[in-house]
């Protein structure tokens, strides 16, 4: 008897070690849906960075000025390169970048246009969107002031936040 008591015991111990799920976690880096990377680049030397001395972003349509980067400066000074979010549901963003140097301010629009995908990445991340097909234009200015002489596409499919993506050219 104390046999049997003893099998079925270890039979419902055994049961219920098996019936545990895993810590399903979710990483930062799994569930963050990428942003935009941004190099500048010299215009005339494009193999060189180009550090631009204060730069500032803001969402057209928007009075709010967009994070630079992942710890979320709205600002940034003497660097060479950005993060942008882009709209989860919109196949369009539309930027005002705003550069400050030797106390000028100029200003240039990009309009960056995508196709959205949902990934799963896990039960705990859930979703998280990806941006395929990236395209990128400047919209020209009359008076022919554009800081930004050239916009190129290095990566057109924005999947993680370690990629240059886009490469502008000043």
């Known amino acids: 008897m104390k046999f049997y008591l003893k099998m079925a015991l270890l039979f419902v111990l ?12 979710c990483t930062p880096e ?15 030397n494009p193999l060189e960075e180009k550090v631009v001395e ?5 969402e057209i349509g ?21 993060s942008l979010p882009l709209r989860t549901d919109s ?16 200003s240039d629009n990009i309009n960056f246009n995508y196709t959205l995908n ?7 991340c859930g979703f998280r969107v990806i941006y395929n097909n990236l395209v990128a234009v400047q919209t020209p200015e009359s008076s022919g002031d554009n800081w930004i002489d050239r916009i190129v596409v290095i ?8 990629d240059i993506h886009v490469q502008i050219l000043h």
């Open 14 to 25: 055994t049961l219920l070690s098996n019936s545990c799920e895993k810590d399903d976690l």
């Open 30 to 44: 799994q569930a963050v849906t990428p942003r935009l990377v941004i190099e500048f680049k010299d215009a005339i």
């Open 54 to 58: 204060r730069i500032q972003v803001q």
């Open 62 to 82: 928007s009075t709010d000025f967009a994070p630079l980067d992942s710890d979320g400066s709205l600002v940034l000074t003497n660097t060479s390169t950005i």
């Open 91 to 106: 196949a369009t963003t539309s930027y005002n970048l705003i550069l400050t140097k030797e106390n000028i301010t100029n």
């Open 118 to 124: 949902e990934e799963y990445v896990s039960r705990a």
């Open 155 to 162: 990566e057109s499919n924005v999947t993680n936040n370690t």
